[in-house]
């Protein structure tokens, strides 16, 4: 049933100067223009003074006719609102401290900032921060920072601090070629997060290092800069804790070249390298040059043996083979018996549990024993130490004294094929010389509930074992032996000094790394 049409009285126009809407623009304005005639109710409110009464009035009533319109009253709610809310955020950002660098930046400007420091004549030193290395591979803004880098460690120094990830080896590699130190952490460690990089800018003056420090998460990076010696300490301070702990990039590459755990000889060495190439790593003449060596003493050389009697000099020979090795940037770790026979005579003196027998204690304390097989506890407790190898190291330097040589190498079997021995040798009087003046005391020092032992290179040896034990060794066996003699270097340590054994460890580093060469 359809309902009857309504009197046309009754209806209400939706639009037009009769509608709802315009009667209540009407209505406002009408009261806007009453207060307006009143200057003294204008004054009340604040729109104006005595002498602008009038100004004031034609202002309003402008404004008050563009708010009779519906469409360009809307305009102004719109635009009131975003003003409002802006203003609201403005307001907290002021109050709030950030918790992470928030302001995103475009990429190729965050780079340009880079270069742009990178490229200033003042710096003389930098230290690169950087979980992502990324290679330059045709990106020009990149190989511009290189470049740049690269006149910097000209003049000065630059070194970079990476993770183990394929792009940051490669471009690892990039540096290295140009002649930049570059530090590689392992991948499952987090630089703090992984995410964030700095750039130290360091001049003569203090006042004028520039830290750029940027966190790029979600393909977005929030970048900041900052000016000062005093800011910058705090990541200074991270940057050679970090250092210490890193492994050189020559060692990490060499790893990724050969990771096999048998010596397996040049020509596979060479095949390795032209694989590795062809898989997306690219290495350069220089860069080459310096992995070489890493790769040769990784494959035939992580063990070197230094034997002797005791005064021959061992221990100086292996802290100069230390130094020598370490320009190279072939890390070593040096191991010694002495600290686990002397943990063996001291559960034997306490009379601890399970001791091993056959120590008798001396003056200063020194100790001897009657026989090598007492001390053969002591090399399997070192064989375990080289076993665990952490943290890891290219080289591990193994040094102990045996009358009976041949004997204590059968220990170290399994890893024969990786291993050198340095044989160090001097006449008896000299030794005798020698080790009547390193007669040093283990250090004890007590702290609370711990006592500490610090055992010196230079321990007393009794003349008992001396002129017993000591006398001989049995080295003309070792000569003989098919097992060690073409792994045998010897050093002839009768004068004091450096020439000569630094003449003779070049020669033995020189040995291993021609012999890997290609011809």
Known sequence: MVSPPRPAGLRQPRRGPDCKLWRKRRAQVQGWQALLAQ??????????????????????LHVMSAISNPVISGVI?????????????VLWRLTRVPSVLSRRVIRRNY???????????????????????LPAQGVESIASIQSAWDRINQRGKVRVLTLDLEESLQAGAELMERGIEVKVLPSERCLGSDSLTFHLFESSTPDQTVVIINRHERGADRP????????????????????????PLESVVAERILPR???????????????????GLRLGDHSREKISPHLAFHDCCRYIFLVGLPGAGKSYVRRRLTEELAALKIECRSLSDYPYAY???????????????????HGAGAFAVQSEKTLVPALQAMRAAIRDNSPAKDV???????????AALQEYDDIRSQSQLIYVSAQAKVREERLAKRAVPPEVRVEGQQITINLSDNHLLPISAEHGLYEHDNIELVKASASWRHKLFEIDNELDGDIHVNKKIKEFIDAIIESYETP
């Open 111 to 133: 780079l340009g900032a880079v270069l742009a420091e990178s490229t200033r004549a003042s710096v003389q030193r930098l230290d690169v921060y950087a979980p992502r290395l």
């Open 224 to 247: 900041i800069r900052f000016k000062g010696a005093a800011p910058a300490e705090v990541l200074r301070a991270r940057f050679r804790t970090e250092w210490k702990s890193a492994r």
């Open 77 to 89: 709610v719109g635009v009131l609102v975003a003003v409002i809310l802006a203003s609201a955020r």
């Open 396 to 406: 591990t330097l193994i040094e102990f004294a045996r009358a009976d040589i041949l």
């Open 261 to 279: 755990s048998a010596c397996v000889g040049r020509r596979v060495v060479q095949n390795s390298i032209e694989q590795a190439e062809a898989t």
């Open 39 to 60: 200057p003294s109710a204008l004054l009340a409110v604040g729109w104006c003074n005595p002498e602008s009464a009038c100004y004031g009035r034609v202002i309003a």
């Open 343 to 361: 943990l063996d005579f001291l559960r034997c003196l306490l009379r601890m549990s399970s001791p091993v027998r056959g120590f008798t204690a």
